[in-house]
């Protein structure tokens, strides 16, 4: 059931730097540089373009400690320049790195798929309960000092999950699943919780937009049960570049914040990081907007556990229209008196945006209201519907929605990520020549990922039907799902060998 209360959900405010996230404080945005860590002047300049449009919190990749202890001349580069932003540093697999970047970060993310376990190489662990318990001691061990140095430098964590990072110990024990994901995250906080830690924020994230959904609003069920409220870091990871990763960043992060959830947020776009913020500020305000408008009151009849099934997709659609900035618990309380009295129809929703000129601003505002509704089990087809549009346009931009909200597919997939300085190779130019090579093919509905390096690799490859991958410098592997099938190849025999195996495979 949709929540028609969009007062955001109370987490305690956490600082980092000059800024604060969480409280009462508004949403922040940021985004992540994609220049390599040891450049110290190329670094600099692109944290200072990130926060002169907006960014209000700049993440670096940290793979080492040599790229950790370059953080503080990057610093120190900025503050010369007049610009304070703050600073995250990025960690993998490299809990050293992590340690040393708690000496200048504001804030150190850490994985806890690989902070302390082994990478993962997607077999099955067997554990009985007492094993499963030393292994959480395990992570306590390694965690606890992490945590104390931290509180010395008064810096703060980010544990960010990621889809396709989940260790092998998770994923043997809950599947690759939401409930794995907020476990993954829930072991380490209830450490930090006994720690007298609190100075967290936490990001749990997918390629796939319903994932990603769910296992947020998971997550903020299972704090609010044991006592938690730290703020939320919201992103649609790998979301791609140009209008398919405005519409599916907006999908993912713009149903949760319609619905309260979400103190900071970043737009992962397969392009120039500064391209971001804009995208993040605007999906900020339009659903500060609707929620500033007055409340519907909820509906007398409730469909407990209401879903899509009591439809009989054989009758003619009836729509459902909204006019206006108004919030969208009016269109779902329609629809839940019309299933309540006994309607049967497939609803289609239609939303109106006569206000709206910039086709960005519209791809946005239509994606995160859309995708509030979509994603909370309402509404079986869309319109969008503005006077400042063509209908070939409009009709597109419906259709672009419900595969980004998993609804209908009628095109292919870019499951790409933003880039950052793990990249292995030019990450924008190679999406951009994959897209032409296969538009091509005239094949529908595959799902393609082309990821910069191996962090999220193979595991996002669980959402894709196929996968190009960096995996070292110059060199890149193929697969089909998560299934290896060529490894380390040249950059330059890559995209052959990718479209050979989908010619192969679709007998083409």
């Known amino acids: 059931m949709f929540r028609y209360n969009y007062e955001r959900r109370k987490s305690r405010p956490v600082r980092v730097g000059n800024a604060v996230i969480g409280g009462k404080n508004p949403v922040l945005v940021q985004s992540m540089t994609n220049t390599s860590t040891l450049d110290t002047e190329g670094s600099a300049a692109q944290a200072r373009r990130i926060a002169e449009v907006g960014g209000e919190l700049v993440r670096l990749t940290t793979q080492g400690v040599k790229e950790a202890s370059n953080l503080e001349p990057i610093k120190r580069a900025l503050r010369e320049m007049g610009c304070d932003v703050p600073l995250s540093a990025d960690v993998h697999f490299n809990p050293k790195a992590a340690f040393e970047a708690a000496r200048t970060a504001d804030k150190v993310r850490i994985n806890p798929g690989n902070f302390v376990d082994a990478a993962r190489t997607f077999v099955k662990l067997e554990f009985t309960d007492d094993e499963y318990a030393q292994e959480i001691e395990r992570i306590r061990r390694n965690f606890v000092p992490f945590l104390q140095l931290c509180r010395e430098h008064g810096t703060a964590v980010r544990l960010g999950v ?131 408008a007055p409340e519907v009151a909820e509906p007398e009849k409730i469909v407990e556990g209401r879903t899509r099934d009591y439809a009989d997709l054989s009758l003619s659609p009836i729509e459902f229209t909204l006019v206006d900035a108004v919030r969208l618990g009016e269109l779902a309380a329609d629809i839940d008196h019309y299933v309540a009295d006994g309607g049967k129809h497939p609803v289609r929703l239609v939303i109106h945006y006569d206000d709206v000129t910039d086709i960005d601003e519209l791809r946005v505002c239509s994606g995160a209201d859309f995708g509030a509704l979509l994603l909370s089990g309402y509404g079986h ?128």
């Open 162 to 292: 990621n889809h396709g990072s989940l260790s092998d110990r998770i994923m043997s024990r809950y599947g690759d699943t939401p409930a794995g994901m907020v476990e993954s995250v829930m072991e380490y906080l209830r450490i930090a919780r006994d720690e007298d830690f609190n100075d967290i924020v936490i990001s749990i994230k997918a390629s796939n937009t319903v994932v990603m959904v769910e296992t947020v609003r998971l997550l903020a069920a299972e704090m609010e049960k044991e006592g938690m409220n730290f703020p939320l870091h919201l992103g649609v990871t790998e979301a791609g570049n140009a209008e398919d990763g405005r519409i599916k960043s907006a999908v993912g992060i713009g149903a949760l914040l319609h619905e309260g959830l979400g103190d900071t947020i970043r737009v992962s776009l397969s392009e120039p990081p500064e391209n971001e913020i804009p995208v993040a500020c605007l999906l900020r305000e339009h659903v500060g907007r609707r929620a500033e």
């Open 381 to 508: 087809d869309i319109r969008v519907e503005s006077s400042n549009f063509d209908r070939e346009t409009l009709d597109r931009l419906a259709a672009d929605i419900l595969q980004a909200a998993r609804m209908k597919f009628y095109k292919t997939e870019y499951i790409a990520c933003p880039g950052c300085g793990r990249t292995l190779f030019d990450l924008q130019t190679t999406l951009a020549e994959v897209k032409e090579a296969l538009a091509g093919l005239g094949i529908e509905g595959l799902k393609i990922g082309v990821m910069g390096c191996i962090v999220n690799g193979p595991g996002e490859m669980a959402d894709a039907d196929y996968g190009y991958v960096g995996a070292g410098p110059g060199r890149v592997s193929i697969y089909r799902g998560k299934e290896l099938i060529t490894k380390n190849i040249p950059t330059s025999e890559a995209l052959p060998a990718l479209i050979s195996l989908i010619r192969a495979d679709h007998g083409r």
